[in-house]
């Protein structure tokens, strides 16, 4: 999201982002005098490389790179047909700023390792997605300071591509539909990059991180890579940490370095616990966050994944389930309203944590678990699955506070907004003129996203600003409210 880039660090020798120190941000001429020129590598020995370092996507899915590469290759000589690269700069969740820092500052460094695809793959087409403007700017003279528009005597063609700053713009399949001048929306229909994504081409997509870490390993070689990090995940990994922090923190650490180590280095503890993988991650309870350290496998030991590598402590004077449904009714907002799942369902859930956290008791709890089965693995892309992972997993870490709220008052502390959401302060929400309310109901049915009705047929509200993508139905909702009790404040 947009805003000031978080302060970077790094524990041990920096490698992606190496040079920090020097400049805000390198251009060509700083950036090969950090890491130098860049090796050219056939298909064969990239693909054996980043299979070496075992390379996976740094956007969360974390699926191995060579696999990802080799089925490109594959289709694109099955077929007969050229190949297209692109790299997914488009972070649309408040908690990470991994991409933005890369693009803004190290571009690049990204763009070596895209180019090692594009010499490999012998691609005519390089896309590059971004959501900011001062990012697309920073790529945009990147690619000016190269001269692209060909590539080793044939012609590349290489574009940046703007997608709105939204949840779901990050997600594959929505960058593909905007690079071919569709709407950055998921299609609705899941398909495979590689055998059918721009154009219709064989397509490369890979995360920000994941291309750079390539540009760094084509130049170490796999032995030297290897160096940092435990030997079954070589390397570095970029970890964007907030929530209860004094400042949100980019910082790049070897893997197997202690979870709680990080968050100290940020001036943190594991407090109540640990957001890790950002909103379509889970919560760690403190003693696992303490257990844990910085690798796919440890976390996957305690129930937790690194997903896009989003780290936020939550301090014990919040309540964590009101930080939970915060985001949660954030994240049925993003929502691009094109399945009941996501449209429908995800309201549902966020209103079911409301009800729990309202007294609604062991009925509400249920209601939870219900809404969250019914709209898991149904819709046309990962949303609902992970929002719902992220808000079952408030559910479980935090047991006594989910007890207070359900058998008692509540847990006695504030929600005081740990956890990022964007124009936080600036934008509108909201709300009902009780005095004028009749109860008809238009405005769940006409905004589904932000308003419910409660067991007693009136509007129920989600607490977070009305997200510029639903405004006009928000307009709408209010000019049909036949009471005139809906207002934006």
């Keep these: 999201m947009s805003g000031p880039l978080p302060v970077v660090r790094s524990i041990g020798l920096p490698r992606l982002t ?20 860049l090796p050219s590598l056939s298909e064969s020995l990239l693909t054996a490389l980043a299979g070496q370092i075992d390379l996976r996507g740094r956007g969360g899915a974390a699926f191995p790179f060579a696999r990802k590469l080799r089925a490109v290759a594959d289709a694109a000589r099955r077929r007969g047909d050229r190949t297209c690269v692109v790299v997914n700069g488009c972070e649309g969740e408040p908690a990470c700023r991994k991409d ?36 697309e700017r920073s790529v945009r003279e990147a690619l000016a300071e190269r001269g692209l528009g060909e590539r080793r005597g044939r012609p590349l063609r290489a574009r940046v591509v703007r997608l709105p700053e939204r949840f779901v713009s990050g997600e594959a399949s929505a960058l593909i539909r905007a690079a071919d001048g569709g709407p950055p929306l998921p299609p609705g229909r899941r398909t495979h990059a590689s055998d059918a994504g721009v154009g219709g081409l064989p397509t490369l997509l890979s995360n920000t991180e994941t291309f750079a870490q390539l540009a760094v390993a084509a130049r170490l070689g796999a032995g030297r890579f290897a160096a940092t990090g435990i030997a079954a995940e ?27 180590y990080v968050l100290q280095l940020c001036g ?28 796919r496998e440890s976390m996957t030991a305690h129930s937790a994944t690194l997903g896009a ?72 892309c990962r949303h609902p699955d992970g929002a719902s992972r992220f808000l079952l997993s408030g559910v479980s870490a935090f047991t006594d506070d989910l007890a207070a709220h359900v058998l008692g008052g509540g847990c006695g502390r504030p929600t005081t907004g740990e956890l990022p959401l964007p124009d936080e302060e600036r934008g509108a929400r909201l709300a009902v003129d009780w005095t004028l309310c009749q109860g008809h109901g238009l405005c769940a049915g006409l905004l589904p996203e932000l308003v419910r009705l409660d067991g007693d047929g009136y509007p129920s509200l989600a607490g977070t600003p009305v997200p510029g993508h639903l405004r006009a139905a928000a307009v709408r909702a209010l000019r049909r409210c036949p009471a005139l009790a809906l207002r934006l404040e």
């Design 18 to 37: 190496a040079g920090f120190e020097l400049a805000e941000r390198l251009d060509r001429v700083a950036h090969l005098s950090v890491h130098g020129p």
């Design 100 to 135: 933005a820092v890369l693009l803004a500052r190290a571009p690049h460094l990204v763009l070596d390792g895209a180019l090692l695809a594009v010499d490999a793959l012998d691609a005519r087409q390089l896309v590059i997605g971004v959501t900011q403007e001062s990012v």
């Design 234 to 260: 070589p390397g570095t990994v970029l970890l964007t940490v907030s929530g209860s922090v004094p400042a949100p923190a980019l910082v790049e650490t070897p893997t197997g370095v202690p979870l709680s």
């Design 268 to 295: 943190a503890g594991v407090g109540q616990g640990v957001l890790v993988g950002g909103y379509h991650g889970g919560w760690m309870d403190p003693v696992a966050a303490s257990l844990a350290a910085v690798s």
């Design 309 to 380: 590598g989003a780290m936020l402590p939550l301090a014990p004077g919040t309540c964590p389930l009101g930080e939970t449904l915060r985001v949660a009714q954030w994240l049925a907002a993003e929502s691009s309203g094109q399945c009941g799942p996501c449209r429908l369902g995800l309201p549902a859930l966020a209103g079911a944590l409301s009800d729990v956290l309202g007294g609604g008791g062991q009925g509400a709890l249920e209601a939870v678990r219900r809404s969250a089965h019914a709209v898991r693995g149904r819709g046309a």
